[in-house]
Every structure is written in structure tokens, then in C-alpha cells.
């Protein structure tokens, strides 16, 4: 069963912090050199000084961004800039978006959530990690031992009764309110009613935990916890996470493409020629004079149908569709990894894809703008994979490859940070 439990959060001090829109960051792996410097700019405490600070060149392994990050979260709270909560809490939190030029609304419980291998089935990993961002990230969880940003698990919620927690609380009062960049409203909440807190831990434990976003911080803080001394100190088997309901209206998974860059040409014939070998290739038109639209749309049931996707190169559009492969053995975004740019791309020892070939625009339109303007060799273009079908390859141990899914919007890191020292 997964287990979480209440704690003593760490927060911004509203009575020192007046506009926490300023302070709050996304996560580190979205965060480029430009964001970090508007985030650096926009207030001396936001906390991208801790999640993602700068490097310097005089760094070394005594002085560095890492300890730096340290240094400036034990300022932080003996100045009072940040303070533990009195009380173990659970957090309610509404992060409010718009999409589509229409306003949703996503729901969350903010708690501890102990951590587990996957094996035993509990928390339920969908994607693969890489082991330069763990290495990263478990330096700052050395250097810090806190979470400064939180995971993103779902949860199955068969009962709905996500709204029913929500109802307990002074919706007219909550504990934080303010708007954020993108017009994003956040609001949260605490729950200290222990009777409220048992309730909500009951509810919970029986049902998986899908790992919505945050691999690597999970695994991260899973060896840390395994592989030390971490193990006695029992705060440090926990990690701070928002969990969602399934069953949340506002929960929105936006594709993620494929780009192709800096190809040589014998890797553009290994790519069409691995292609014509494993894929029926269907013609649809030409890429400069494409209907956008219209080739969504029937993306959208070649993907339902056929298990296909699209492929944009410089002068056509046209789609994938696999040789004698059932949707139900595997996603159209793993059939384009393993039967196509694994074999065609990944021909070196390790067997990777080098990192500064591929990226993944969210935007269709940039993906295809990309290739036609030649800054980009080939684009393939992919549908949404949902929720439900995420968590139905967890289940069945089907790892997908990273980056196939985005969440949108992303959690904001420092509205509530987990030590485990001080708030277990």
C-alpha cells in the first residue's frame, strides 16, 4: 500500500515574501540559461537559487552551486525568509490555468510519500531516467537534504472523492493566493485536523501511485535513502509529492515530438531506409503546402487505428504505420524509439541516442517550422498519450521512453519544500 503521511512544511514567509509569484519556479529540467536569469532577477529569494543555481566558473568540488544552494536555504531560514510549519499538515492545493483560451482547474494534496522500489508494485514508474540528471540531482539532495520541488504522482480515485476533501476547507480563505507567470492562479490550503489527515491516508493507501512527473527525483532520493546512512534518519525515506486524482478535470497530458538535427548522410539513408523496413510509409502530401490541421486530424486516426505517427522531412508529410504490430503490445511513441531510432541512430557502445540530435517540442507547429526552415532535419509528430493508457503500461511493467508525456501545466517548485530533517 503507498503510505503518506502529514509533515511540517517549509514555506515562504508572507510577512517578509509579499508576492510569492516572484519566488516560485517550474521545475529545473524546463528551466533554460535565459529563465534562470529572469528567475534570478526577478527577487533575491526566489527559489531557483536553490533548485537550478547558476554555475560559476571558479566551481570546483568544495565551492559550487550545489553548497551554495545549501548555504542559502540555512540563511533563508535563520532569517526567517522561510519557516517550518508548527503543525504536520497535509496541503490542498488548486493550480488554475488556461488552455485553449478556457480556465481549468487542477487539485492537489500535497504529502510525504514513502518511498518504495518498484517492484513491490506501489509507486509505478511510466518512463526511462538517464543517469546525468540523477547524478545532478542527487548532489543538491547531498547538499540540501530537501526537496525543493515536488514530484507528480495520480492516483486511481475510484470513490471521486478528491472534491470531497477539498469541500472541508474555508474555500473563501486559504492559507496562499496569488497569480503567477501565464496568468496561473495558485491557492492552498492546510489540513491539520488529525481525524480529516487519517481519513485522507486511509483513502489513499490502497491504491497505486503512478509517477506523473519526477522520475529522476524519486529515484534519486530512493538511493539515497538505500545507499547510506540516510536509512537511520527516518525523514530521509520520504519524498514531497502532489498527488492528483485520475478523475481530475483539470489534469491535461499535451504530446510531446520528436525533432531530428544535424544528421549526416549516411544517418538520413540508415533513417529511411529503417523506416521503409519496419513501417509502411503512407504519402500524405507535401510538407511546404501542408493543411495543418487536416493532417492532425487524420493523424489522430491513424494513431487510433494503426498504431501510426507522422514524419515531416523537408519536402513531405506522410505517416508511419508498423508491419504486423498490435496497438495493444506496444505505443506508437515506443515503436518509433525501438524499431526506428534505436536501430537507425544509436550505434555507438552505449547504445544511446546522442542527446544534441534529438529534442521535443510540445508544438507541432514548431516541430514542422523547424524542419522547413531547415534548422531541423526530420520531425515526427505524435498524439497525446492520456492518463489512463500511462497507467495501464505501468502496470504492466511497459517502461516508455523518456519525455512521452507532458503534463500541463507544470507544478511550480517552492510553495512548500520538505526537509527531512525538520519537517518529519
Excluded at 104 to 121: C, H, N, V
Excluded at 151 to 177: C, G, K, W, Y
Aim: aromatic share 10%; proline share 6%; charged share 25%.
Amino acid at each position: 500500500m503507498a503510505l503518506i503521511r502529514p509533515f511540517k512544511g517549509i514555506r515562504f514567509n508572507q510577512s517578509l515574501v509579499k508576492n510569492l509569484g516572484h519566488v516560485i519556479t517550474p521545475p529545473y529540467d524546463v528551466i533554460d540559461d535565459a529563465e534562470q536569469e529572469r528567475l534570478l532577477q526577478s527577487s533575491p529569494y526566489n527559489i531557483v537559487r536553490l533548485e537550478y543555481g547558476q554555475t560559476q566558473p571558479e566551481d570546483n568540488e568544495t565551492e559550487n552551486h550545489y553548497n551554495r544552494a545549501a548555504e542559502t536555504l540555512m540563511q533563508w531560514l535563520k532569517n526567517g525568509i522561510l519557516k517550518p510549519d508548527n503543525r504536520n499538515s497535509y496541503y490542498l492545493y488548486e493550480q488554475s490555468y488556461i488552455y485553449n483560451h478556457q480556465e481549468f482547474k487542477r487539485l492537489g494534496i500535497i504529502a510525504a510519500l514513502k518511498l518504495e522500489p518498484y517492484s513491490d508494485k506501489i509507486i509505478l514508474r511510466h518512463e526511462r531516467t538517464m543517469a546525468g540528471p540523477k547524478a545532478d540531482r542527487m548532489k543538491l539532495l547531498n547538499s540540501t537534504r530537501t526537496n525543493i520541488s515536488p514530484i507528480f504522482t495520480l492516483f486511481p480515485d475510484p470513490e471521486n472523492r478528491i472534491s470531497d476533501f477539498f469541500a472541508l476547507v474555508d474555500q473563501n480563505n486559504p492559507e496562499i493566493e496569488f497569480t503567477g507567470d501565464f496568468d496561473q492562479s495558485h491557492r492552498l490550503w492546510s489540513i491539520t485536523d488529525p481525524s480529516i489527515q487519517e481519513d485522507l491516508t486511509t483513502y489513499l493507501a490502497p491504491q497505486p501511485l503512478l509517477i506523473a512527473d519526477g522520475h529522476h527525483r524519486y529515484e534519486t532520493a530512493l538511493n539515497f535513502y538505500k545507499n547510506s546512512e540516510q536509512n537511520e534518519t527516518p525523514g530521509a525515506g520520504y519524498i514531497l509529492t502532489i498527488m492528483s486524482s485520475l478523475k481530475d478535470n483539470g489534469l491535461r497530458a499535451l504530446p510531446t515530438h520528436r525533432l531530428l538535427r544535424a544528421l549526416s548522410p549516411g544517418q538520413k539513408k540508415n533513417l529511411h531506409k529503417m523506416a521503409e523496413k519496419q513501417f509502411k510509409i503512407i504519402e500524405w502530401g507535401n510538407s511546404h503546402e501542408m493543411d495543418r490541421d487536416k493532417f492532425l486530424k487524420d493523424l489522430a486516426v491513424v494513431n487510433h487505428d494503426k498504431c501510426g505517427f507522422g514524419l515531416i522531412t523537408g519536402e513531405h508529410a506522410s505517416f508511419l504505420i508498423p508491419d504486423n504490430q498490435s496497438c495493444l503490445d506496444a505505443l506508437p511513441v515506443s515503436l518509433l524509439h525501438e524499431n526506428l531510432l534505436k536501430p537507425a541512430l544509436a550505434l555507438g557502445v552505449r547504445k544511446e541516442i546522442d542527446k544534441w540530435m534529438l529534442s521535443y517540442p510540445h508544438s507541432v507547429n514548431a516541430a514542422i517550422d523547424a524542419v522547413i526552415s531547415g534548422s531541423a532535419d526530420v520531425a515526427f509528430i505524435l498524439e497525446t498519450v492520456s492518463p489512463s493508457e500511462v497507467l495501464e503500461c505501468a502496470q504492466k511493467d511497459i517502461v516508455l521512453p523518456q519525455k512521452t508525456t507532458f503534463f500541463y501545466p507544470k507544478l511550480p517548485s517552492g510553495l512548500v519544500l520538505y526537509n527531512m530533517d525538520l519537517s518529519y
